[in-house]
């Protein structure tokens, strides 16, 4: 249930999404007489969008978010597995084309590839299944070991979970297929503005990990600014930053993790530290 609300709540509060039903609705208070309502409406129409595309908006609410969390500087000397959570393929065109096209998370498969070579003993679980209520599409489960096998990464380092649809499930599941031992090392890999609700959910299912942020989309020095960005990037930061602090904000009410933005804090035991 919680999975299809959070697909509703979203689909009336994404940026773009708002603004036409604003503009919708300026338009019936016009016809009804209501100018000045109706005018309000789309001032706020017109100050979301230009707000989303032409400020640096969408930058100061990810860099918070992106710098939450660090990679471990020095790294462990040993893991014993690596958690590549799902959202980084583009499910609908692999699902028809049979290929393994990469979306602006990306850069977590990369990463996770670095990772493999680094720890070469060291097993792969990719955490994805179906995340779309209505379009046929391709989890990144089933997507991965093409992908894997291309980059060079056997077919046999790879554990599956092709279960969860979001990320409350990716934490559930994994720790499911993999059953940790509190003595174990799991680096847990996703977008940086994704970790700390991705580590609050591994805490709140009993799954301490090692976070590896990828996937950045910020400097880390942002300040506010007019026309720096160009407006399909700045639109795009700007609604995943507040998906993400909707989400935070949706979890922690419904007690899906303990604070509101979770930060480093418990994680799994730490071997000592290995070469860089």
Do not use: C
């Given at each position: 249930?919680?999975?299809?609300?959070?697909?509703?709540?979203?689909?009336?509060?994404?940026?773009?999404?708002?603004?036409?039903?604003?503009?919708?609705?300026?338009?019936?208070?016009?016809?009804?007489?209501?100018?000045?309502?109706?005018?309000?409406?789309?001032?706020?129409?017109?100050?979301?969008?230009?707000?989303?595309?032409?400020?640096?908006?969408?930058?100061?609410?990810?860099?918070?978010?992106?710098?939450?969390?660090?990679?471990?500087?020095?790294?462990?000397?040993?893991?014993?597995?690596?958690?590549?959570?799902?959202?980084?393929?583009?499910?609908?065109?692999?699902?028809?084309?049979?290929?393994?096209?990469?979306?602006?998370?990306?850069?977590?498969?990369?990463?996770?590839?670095?990772?493999?070579?680094?720890?070469?003993?060291?097993?792969?679980?990719?955490?994805?299944?179906?995340?779309?209520?209505?379009?046929?599409?391709?989890?990144?489960?089933?997507?991965?070991?093409?992908?894997?096998?291309?980059?060079?990464?056997?077919?046999?380092?790879?554990?599956?979970?092709?279960?969860?649809?979001?990320?409350?499930?990716?934490?559930?599941?994994?720790?499911?297929?993999?059953?940790?031992?509190?003595?174990?090392?799991?680096?847990?890999?996703?977008?940086?503005?994704?970790?700390?609700?991705?580590?609050?959910?591994?805490?709140?299912?009993?799954?301490?990990?090692?976070?590896?942020?990828?996937?950045?989309?910020?400097?880390?020095?942002?300040?506010?600014?007019?026309?720096?960005?160009n407006e399909t990037d700045a639109l795009g930061k700007t609604v995943g930053a507040l998906h993400e602090w909707i989400g935070?904000?949706?979890?922690?009410?419904?007690?899906?993790?303990?604070?509101?933005?979770?930060?480093?804090?418990?994680?799994?035991?730490?071997?000592?530290?290995?070469?860089?």
């Amino acid at each position: 249930m919680f999975f299809f609300l959070s697909k509703a709540l979203w689909l009336f509060v994404h940026p773009l999404n708002l603004a036409i039903f604003a503009l919708f609705g300026a338009l019936g208070l016009a016809s009804f007489g209501r100018r000045k309502a109706a005018f309000l409406l789309t001032l706020g129409a017109a100050l979301l969008l230009g707000s989303a595309a032409w400020t640096t908006l969408g930058d100061l609410l990810l860099e918070p978010l992106e710098s939450r969390f660090a990679r471990p500087d020095p790294p462990p000397a040993h893991v014993d597995g690596i958690i590549l959570l799902g959202g980084a393929l583009e499910g609908n065109v692999n699902h028809v084309r049979g290929g393994y096209e990469m979306n602006g998370g990306g850069d977590r498969f990369v990463e996770v590839t670095a990772l493999a070579r680094r720890y070469p003993d060291a097993p792969i679980v990719v955490s994805g299944g179906l995340d779309t209520v209505l379009r046929d599409t391709e989890g990144d489960a089933d997507t991965a070991p093409r992908l894997f096998a291309a980059l060079g990464i056997p077919r046999e380092r790879l554990r599956l979970e092709n279960r969860s649809r979001n990320t409350a499930e990716n934490a559930l599941f994994a720790k499911e297929l993999i059953k940790p031992t509190p003595d174990q090392t799991w680096i847990l890999v996703t977008s940086a503005y994704h970790m700390p609700r991705a580590v609050g959910l591994f805490r709140k299912a009993g799954f301490p990990v090692v976070p590896w942020p990828a996937d950045y989309r910020t400097a880390g020095n942002e300040g506010f600014d007019i026309l720096r960005d160009n407006e399909t990037d700045a639109l795009g930061k700007t609604v995943g930053a507040l998906h993400e602090w909707i989400g935070l904000i949706a979890y922690w009410l419904t007690g899906k993790i303990d604070e509101p933005l979770p930060g480093p804090g418990p994680t799994a035991s730490m071997p000592p530290a290995g070469p860089n």
